[in-house]
T-cell receptor, first 113, second 112 residues
């Protein structure tokens, strides 16, 4: 498909488990962004990449959260030792360059029990 | 620090009437402003953006937005609302590196 894809769409896990969320951006898009959206709120920035380089990770809440984009295409957001407060919708977006409009994927709904 | 505010949690409009969804911003320097729409169980969809130039920006699905520098506003408008416009609308401002800083969203409900 031509759009941003994310997998899984839904993830239910138990507290303390690690989870990996995947984002496949639009082909050729240089910039990739991760956001987290709590219910009833706007998305909040987590981190972003240009190509494979992580440019800004200031939005990651703590060191349990990490992200990578090793080949400048697919990105993985990993949450270690999940906690209930990590439950949210995690959204990925890509753009051709960092100042262009961003195209969002459908999101991954994470529930930590 | 850059921020946007959407003062209305919900806007109710009758089909066929004009609609306005409000957004105000606070930035240092020139603002780059965006509107996105979120339908249930779907991702955010880009509607329009203001970078520079004409203060009236036209976007997808008949929406437009008016940039007002003196009032630091970027209100979303449509001359005639459709029931299918019912959704959650987000205003955003571009921060460093292109990251988007979103408002809390406004739920638009258009009744037949």
């Amino acid at each position: 498909g031509a759009g941003v894809s994310q997998s899984p769409r839904y993830k239910v896990t138990k507290r303390g488990q690690d989870v990996a969320l995947r984002c496949d951006p639009i082909s050729g898009h240089v910039s990739l962004y991760w956001y987290r959206q709590a219910l009833g709120q706007g998305p909040e920035f987590l981190t972003y990449f240009n190509y494979e380089a992580q440019q800004d990770k200031s939005g990651l809440p703590n060191d349990r959260f990490s992200a990578e984009r090793p080949e400048g295409s697919i990105s993985t957001l990993t949450i270690q030792r999940t906690e209930q407060r990590d439950s949210a919708m995690y959204r990925c977006a890509s753009s051709f360059m960092s100042n262009d409009e961003q195209f969002f994927g459908p999101g991954t709904r994470l529930t930590v029990l | 620090a850059q921020s946007v505010a959407q003062p209305e949690d919900q806007v109710n409009v009758a089909e066929g009437n004009p609609l306005t969804v409000k957004c105000t911003y606070s930035v240092s320097g020139n603002p780059y402003l965006f509107w996105y729409v979120q339908y249930p169980n779907r991702g955010l969809q880009f509607l329009l953006k203001y970078i520079t130039g004409d203060n009236l920006v036209k976007g997808s699905y008949g929406f437009e937005a008016e940039f007002n520098k003196s009032q630091t506003s970027f209100h979303l408008k449509k001359p005639s609302a459709l029931v299918s416009d019912s959704a959650l609308y987000f205003c955003a401002v571009r921060g460093l590196g292109g990251k988007l800083i979103f408002g809390q969203g406004t739920e638009l409900s258009v009744k037949p």
